[in-house]
């Protein structure tokens, strides 16, 4: 993928992620785009009012087994664990094929955090920090609130 992409493809993220903020109770309104492997866009998701269901699992519903081998671009790090028990976002990218994952900031929260350490070690490429500025500013209170930055 060209970096002119990468950016498009996180700013249309961003755009879905603006859509549901402040909507989304204590979770961040996180937006995801998954493109196939050719490049194309097979789905699109933003965490639902209330925080559920997540964007990552919106978008890959979406897409079904056209992400196999697609990317998809998060504007958070995606959860490694669920309070619900539920299988995480970490977990729903890898079992659904990903090979390569673009996040724009990495989350400070304790239950979410190390999320891409299950996409690595899954073997999954991970690339963070596009779009790094937008995401600390969207998410401000969101860190704050996690203890983080």
Known sequence: M????????????FQLARLNQGLTDNNPSVGCIVLDASGHIVGAGVTGAGGRPHAEE???EEAGARAR???AYVTLEPCRERSSGAASC????????????VVAIEDPH????????????????????????????LYTWFFKAAGGN
Request: proline share 2%; charged share 35%; aromatic share 0%.
């Open 110 to 137: 304790p239950t979410a955090r190390d999320g891409l350490m299950i996409l690595r070690d899954a073997g999954v490429r991970v690339e963070t920090g596009l779009g790094k500025h937008a995401a600390a500013r």
């Open 69 to 71: 081998g697609g990317t």
């Open 90 to 101: 970490s977990r729903k990218l890898v079992e659904a094929g990903i090979a390569r994952v």
């Open 2 to 13: 060209s970096k002119r992409r990468d950016r498009r493809m996180m700013g249309r993220a």
């Open 58 to 60: 919106i978008a890959l």
